[in-house]
Every structure is written in C-alpha cells, then in structure tokens.
C-alpha cells in the first residue's frame, strides 16, 4: 500500500460510520454531529469542513427518505407540513421567532436562517438537512 492510502486509512477508519447510517442510533449519532458542525460552520462555505457537512446532510437525508418519508418540498414547505401535522400555530414556535416572524417565514416573506433550521430541528426532531 503506498503512503497516500496508508494516511488515507489511518483517518478513515474513526469517521467511515458517518458514511453509511444504517440504524436509528447511527442516525442519532449524525443528527448531533451534523448539528454541531452547522453551529461551527454555518454557510461558510470556505470553511475546511464545509464539504464533510454537506456529504453528512447527503448521507442523513438518504437515511430519512428511506426511513420517514415526507412531502417533496422545500425548506420551507417542510416548515408548513411539521406545523400541520403537529397543529401548531406561528405563536407556538417562539425558539424560532416571534409569531410575526414564524408567519413571515411561512408566507415565503423571510428566508429560513442557521438559527431557524436549528430550532426546527431540535423542536421536530429531524436532522436540519430537511430544511436545506
């Protein structure tokens, strides 16, 4: 094995899980990893782990479209479906914002921020890459 794929193994080994989720406690284990990473990063796309966190969201939205599949819609129509299917209004996510920003963000006045996707994700308990 030349030193390019030795160095190559060495690092893969700890992370190659992340690639390949397969069972809830997997899954658990990305969501949280993929949520520290988005509080780090952000959308800074020059970021060295900007990729790593894109390919984590690619590899948990596969899981979720297999495991709990939901409506094809964006970030936001994804926003309005949870909403409905747990019949809450815009005064009732104020970890997101208040009820006129919440409504702004579901009439497509306002874009969904780092900090919205967040607060989704923790109060739905989905992995944010379903609002990306």
Not at 85 to 92: A, K, R
């Amino acid at each position: 094995m030349n030193s390019v794929a030795e160095s190559i193994l060495e690092h893969w080994s700890p992370i190659s899980h992340l690639f390949s989720v397969s069972n809830e406690d997997e899954y658990d284990e990305a969501v949280e990893l993929l949520n520290s990473l988005i509080d780090e990063i952000g959308t800074d796309e020059r970021h060295p782990l900007y990729d790593f966190l894109d390919i984590l969201g690619t590899v948990i939205h596969s899981y979720e479209e297999k495991n709990y599949p939901a409506p094809d819609c964006d970030g936001i129509g994804m926003h309005c479906f949870l909403m409905d299917g747990h019949g809450l209004t815009p005064s009732d996510l104020p970890e997101v914002g208040s009820e006129k920003t919440v409504s702004e963000i579901i009439s497509g006045e306002r874009e969904l921020s780092v900090r919205h996707v967040r607060a989704l994700s923790e109060r739905f308990h989905v992995s944010p890459a379903v609002f990306v």
